[in-house]
């Protein structure tokens, strides 16, 4: 009986809202039917159950990271290489892109906000090929590391 009870008050839980002054899911997290939910200061369009775009998800008041970051790399938003593999060969980050024509060489920078912009202090290396190996960028303790090749005349 008390199994049956369970599972009979379980859906409810998950289906039920939550809310504050500034967000109201309406959602089960649970569930794969997706919706929307919004408030003054936030919009989401789905629920882990269904299949969300894996990147950022920005607006005025919020950003989502979606995806499986463990450890987390990825290219910023902003980098002009966007077909950028990033493979975990631990303690190293290997780089990968498709040559851009008429390139030089290739500027690779890195760091911890996906929005940053490409200077001399984010700067890890330059290179004439399409790959580049950041070395013990995983040694240390996991932080969200976001990576810009720009192309080089």
């Known amino acids: 009986m008390k199994k049956t009870l369970l599972l009979l008050l379980f859906p409810a839980v998950l289906w039920a809202q939550s809310s504050s002054e500034n967000f109201t899911l309406t959602k089960s997290v649970m569930d794969a039917g997706g919706g929307a939910s919004s408030s003054a200061n936030f919009g989401l369009v ?11 998800q ?76 950041d070395t013990n960028v995983l040694a240390g303790p996991e932080t969200q590391q976001y990576y810009i090749v720009k192309v080089n005349p």
């Not at 789905?46 to 950022?56: D, E, L, R, Y």
């Open 46 to 56: 789905s629920a882990f159950g269904q299949p969300t775009p894996i990147g950022v």
């Open 58 to 133: 920005t607006s005025e008041n919020f950003t989502l990271y979606a995806g499986f970051l463990s450890p987390s790399l990825g290219v910023s938003p902003l980098s002009p290489i966007q077909q950028l593999v990033i493979h975990e060969a631990t303690p190293d980050a290997l780089l990968y892109w498709e040559a851009i024509s008429g390139a030089g060489s290739y500027s690779i920078h890195r760091a911890a906000t996906f929005n940053f912009v490409p200077d001399g202090s984010n700067l890890i290396g330059t290179t004439s090929n399409t790959t580049f190996t």
